[in-house]
């Protein structure tokens, strides 16, 4: 009698979890580390939910359009988080994602409208920043002031691939905005501060923290994390005139089973119980600003007017051009 009382319990349990609806988001490496948001965001929307968030880390940002590409209608994910502004035009060109049908209010510094009003009927924003070089300051005494600095100096330096991350295309568009047909002589003067080219965000900054680099491209927000996270004053961000500006954002998969639980996935994704992980778990500003502010060491943002971006549409036409300078310079 016991082995059958174990066996229909067993088999409840079996089928409650069958029915228990599962939202998979596919995102990068960094989001579902340990230290990143991942975590505390499964925890607080699956308590809202009733289902079972599964994320599935796919390198960085644009390795993620590059996996959803190959997978197409087929694929798993009923939500991608991790594509930027510089990808959304891209993206949206495969027809793999449907409207998120939402009108929302941010806090990101718009370019494309009005102020407040986010104007991407695909995609949305959950959080924003500068890519900028960072340096420890114990090691390196003279700071390039500019990209023309950096490149006329002997700054050893660690960037990402354009192809497969975001940080790295940004580093493309952000010399390309700067130089615009000087870009390709930018680079060539670059390549010989260039100790590696990585595939993603997390091995980049690694090989600078293990002293393989005296400079990273990571963003101005970087410091914060080494500052709050482990009360280190080492780190900063070296500032130019202007820096590249990045506006992370996530969609809905067109071919997604569970298109309720993803509306609601994006739905919490600009609520406050997101939003106030994102600046000591993801080290960017949150789309929208949480009730409590800023965390203590935080530094403010820059001002606009040291802002560059090139909108969605801008970047599809540009993007090919700059990819090819960047392979030329950096193959002589």
């Known amino acids: 009698m016991k082995h059958l009382l174990f066996a229909a319990g067993t088999l409840l349990a079996t089928q409650a979890v069958a029915e228990t ?8 490496d960094s989001f579902v580390s340990d230290w990143g948001p991942g975590p505390a965001v499964e925890e607080a929307f699956e308590k809202t939910c009733g289902c079972d968030l599964q994320f599935v880390a796919a390198g960085d940002g644009a390795a993620l359009l590059s996996r959803l590409r190959l997978e197409g209608a087929r694929t798993k994910a009923d939500v991608v988080l991790g594509l930027d502004t510089n990808l959304s035009a891209a993206a949206r060109e495969t ?8 009108s929302p209010v941010v806090d990101v510094p718009n370019p494309f409208g009005e102020a407040g009003a986010w104007p991407d009927e695909t995609f949305l924003p959950y959080d924003w920043g500068y890519f900028a070089f960072v340096y420890d300051k114990t090691k390196l005494s003279e700071v390039p002031g500019s990209l023309e600095e950096l490149a006329a100096s002997d700054v050893s330096i660690v960037i990402q691939d354009p192809r497969s991350s975001t940080p790295g295309l940004g580093l493309l568009l952000w010399i390309k905005a700067v ?16 100790v590696t080219v990585t595939p993603g965000w997390s091995e980049a900054y690694g090989l600078f923290l293990e002293g393989e680099a005296d400079m990273v491209l990571s963003y101005t927000t970087s410091p914060a994390y080494h500052r709050i996270a482990e009360e280190d004053d080492s780190k900063a961000a070296a500032m130019f005139p202007a820096h590249y500006m990045q506006i992370e954002v996530a969609g809905k998969v067109a071919a997604s089973d569970q298109p309720e639980l ?21 080290w960017m500003y ?10 203590a060491g935080f530094d403010a943002p820059l001002g ?29």
């Open 21 to 28: 609806p599962v939202l998979t988001v596919y995102t990068y």
């Open 95 to 102: 027809g793999l994602f449907a409207p998120h049908g939402k």
């Open 179 to 194: 130089h615009g047909d000087k870009a390709e002589q930018v680079w060539a003067d670059l390549a010989d501060n260039i």
């Open 262 to 282: 993803a509306d609601a996935f994006l739905d919490f994704m600009l609520s406050d119980a997101f939003q106030q992980v994102i600046p000591t778990t993801n």
């Open 286 to 295: 949150p789309a929208v600003m949480p009730e409590g502010g800023l965390p």
């Open 304 to 332: 606009t007017d040291h802002a560059l971006l090139f909108a969605p549409d801008e970047v599809a036409a540009t993007r090919e051009t700059a990819l090819g300078e960047w392979l030329r310079a950096l193959s002589r």
